[in-house]
C-alpha cells in the first residue's frame, strides 16, 4: 500500500495544522532528580558496555543475552546482518578505541547511544524488554575523506517521500510519525530550515555516508538556510518498517537516490509535548548494491 500524507494524517493534523507547532516545544518539563530514572538508564548503558566487551571477545554465550530477537548488525559497507548470522560468526566494530565519544539519550523505553571516533560513527538503540535491556540496532557509517561532488539535480516534484510512499501504517503512533517525517522531508526540499527545526529535536546527530560530516540540529538548519545539502537531499523510500515503542519509534528504511547506491538508513522519532520529531539519523551507503 502506498501512504499518501493525507492517509497518514487520517486521525492526526495534516501538513497544514503540522506547521502550528507550539513554542517552546522542545524544553522538556523540568523536574527534580529522579533516582530510579536514573538507575533505569545506567543498566542499558551498563548493557552497551558489557556487549561491547563480549564483541571484542567474540564471545557468543554473552552476546546472546543482550542481543533482541530482532536485532539486526549494520557495517559501514551497509551490509545488515540477522541476530543468527551475528551469533554465528561475531563481526568487528569499525569503532574499538576505548577514548571514543559518545552521546546517550534516553526515551523512556528506549536507549540510543551514539560512538565517535574521527571519521566513524555507530548508533545503539537499546530497547527495555520485560527480561532488561536488550539491544535492537546496531549501525555504523564512516563518513567521506572530502566533501562530496555535486550531483545533478532534479526539477521535478518530490513525491516519495515527502506526498507518498511504500509503506502501511498499522497504529497510531505510525500515523503520526509518517505524517511528520513526511512533512519534514518536504521542508528540506523547500529549504525550509524554520518549519524542518520544528520536527527535529535539540539533541539531534545524524551520520550520513555520502557526506564528509556530521550534522547537528542547528548545522543542519545552517546548511538548509544556505541551500547547502551536503549529500542530505531526500530519497524515495524502497521499503520502510517503523518499530512503535510508545513514546519513541524506530524507522528502518531503504532508499535509492536519483544518482548513486541505495542507502539504509536508521531514524530515532521521539514524542516530545505531544509532538513527533526525529532525534537521530544514520544513512549508510550499501556497497554491494549496484549504483543508478
Known amino acids: 500500500m502506498i501512504t499518501t500524507l493525507s492517509t497518514a494524517c487520517s486521525a492526526a493534523p495534516c501538513l497544514a495544522g503540522l506547521l502550528a507547532v507550539p513554542a517552546g516545544l522542545q524544553a522538556p518539563a523540568q523536574s527534580s532528580p529522579n533516582p530510579q530514572k536514573e538507575d533505569f538508564e545506567q543498566r542499558a548503558l551498563a548493557a552497551d558496555r558489557a556487549f561491547m566487551d563480549a564483541v571484542a571477545k567474540s564471545d557468543t554465550a554473552a552476546l546472546d543475552k543482550f542481543l533482541d530477537v530482532r536485532f539486526t548488525w549494520t557495517d559501514a559497507n551497509g551490509k545488515t ?27 523512556g523505553s528506549v536507549e540510543s547511544i551514539q560512538i565517535h571516533s574521527e571519521k566513524d560513527h555507530a548508533l545503539h538503540v537499546w530497547v527495555n524488554r520485560s527480561a532488561g535491556w536488550r539491544l535492537l540496532l546496531y549501525q555504523e557509517v564512516h563518513l567521506l575523506d572530502a566533501p562530496p561532488a555535486p550531483t545533478p539535480g532534479t526539477r521535478a516534484a518530490c513525491e516519495n517521500p515527502c506526498k507518498d510512499m511504500p509503506f502501511e501504517p498499522k497504529t497510531q503512533n505510525e500515523r503520526d510519525v509518517t505524517a511528520g517525517f ?15 527545526g520544528m ?8 551520520a550520513n555516508s555520502n557526506s564528509d560530516q ?26 520502510m518498517r517503523v518499530l512503535d515503542f510508545g513514546t519513541a519509534a524506530i524507522l528502518v528504511s531503504k532508499h535509492q537516490p536519483e544518482h548513486g547506491k541505495p542507502v539504509h538508513i536508521t531514524r530515532v ?3 516530545r509535548a505531544g509532538h513527533w520529531m526525529e532525534a537521530a539519523s544514520y544513512q549508510t551507503r550499501i556497497e554491494d548494491a549496484p549504483a543508478r
Open 269 to 271: 522519532w521521539i514524542k
Open 81 to 107: 546482518l540477522t541476530r543468527q548470522e551475528v551469533l554465528q560468526q561475531t563481526p568487528k566494530p569499525a569503532i574499538t578505541d576505548a577514548g571514543a565519544q559518545s552521546t546517550a539519550h534516553n526515551y
Open 214 to 239: 556530521t550534522l547537528t540540529k542547528r548545522s543542519r538548519m545552517e546548511d538548509l538556510a544556505r541551500s547547502k545539502m551536503a549529500g542530505y537531499t531526500p530519497m524515495p523510500v524502497v521499503d
Open 182 to 196: 513526511m512533512a519534514l522531508q518536504t521542508y528540506t526540499v523547500a529549504r525550509d530550515a524554520k518549519n524542518w
Open 199 to 206: 520536527y527535529v529535536a535539540d539533541e539531534f546527530e545524524a
